[in-house]
């Protein structure tokens, strides 16, 4: 995808949508879509973006196809630890802190973790992961299948997971690769019934089953932020909820004893 044409078509083909759809949804003529795919027309940068709205674009192929058609990049990528991410951060914090006594964590679009809950990091700590680990080395780590008890089931959705994310961005490598790690997995015996298929961690006697729904900041105008997912873990049943409660509970308790 080295000029705007061939950006705009195989985008518009990954997206599974016609010239007349894509004309339809950016409210141009189909005549001008093809002229841009050949190259008979220039697009404007204000083209660009409806384009990119249309094809509800990640922010980082907006830019690609701004810089290639002869425009600056619109969207910047401010670090994590800018002074001007400091809402952003305390906002991230403010959620992930709320939803104790549950694990919550922040993760950038390598799946990097960015922030973590206490809970969080109480779950992930034996398996040595913290601030600043990449959940993808987790999940493709020999160490990690023999603490989850449903792992063919896990390891299937998380493959499908990150072949969903990879496509929407565009191909990500580092994704693809876990994804075709997971893939070797056998697959599980009989499929799951029920309305979600949960990770059920085994550590000695410890036993949680949960599942996790995933949220994004609106309007993002950064790439740091279209990339960033707020992951939210939820006990699957009564006794992991009783159990997060209770190690929750004891470890504030000891918090404020050593304080």
């Known amino acids: 995808m080295s000029t705007f044409p061939e950006c705009l078509k195989t985008w518009r083909k990954a997206r599974r949508c016609s010239q007349l759809d894509l004309a339809m949804e950016a409210n141009v003529s189909s005549r001008h879509i093809s002229f841009l795919e050949t190259g008979r027309a220039r697009p404007s940068p204000e083209m660009i973006l ?24 619109r969207y910047p990528a401010r670090k994590w630890e800018a002074e001007d991410m400091a809402p952003i951060r305390e906002a991230t914090a403010h959620t992930l802190a709320g939803h104790a006594p549950y694990p919550a964590i922040a993760l950038d679009r390598l799946w990097t973790l960015l922030q973590m809950n206490g809970p969080a990091k109480m779950l992930f700590a034996p398996l040595n992961v913290s601030t600043g680990d990449s959940m993808l080395d987790l999940i493709t780590a020999d160490a990690l299948p023999p603490l989850v008890e449903n792992w063919p089931e896990v390891a299937h959705h998380s493959a499908q997971r990150l072949r969903t ?61 279209d990339d960033m997912k707020i992951e939210l873990f939820f006990p699957a049943d009564a006794d992991t909820a009783e159990t997060l409660r209770a190690l929750w509970s004891a470890s504030s308790s000891d918090s404020a004893a050593t304080q």
């Not at 990119?52 to 810089?67: E, I, K, S």
């Not at 565009?170 to 979600?196: K, M």
């Open 50 to 73: 409806r384009l990119g709205d249309a094809l509800d674009l990640p922010l980082a192929a907006r830019n690609q196809m701004l810089t290639q058609a002869g425009f600056a990049a």
């Open 165 to 225: 994310e990879s496509a929407a961005q565009g191909g990500v490598e580092a994704l693809d690769n876990a994804a075709a790690y997971l893939s070797e997995v056998p697959p599980p015996d009989t499929p799951v019934i029920g309305p979600v298929v949960p990770t059920i961690y085994r550590m000695g006697p410890l036993r949680l089953s949960m599942f996790t729904t995933i949220a994004q900041f609106g309007t993002p105008e950064d790439l740091t932020l």
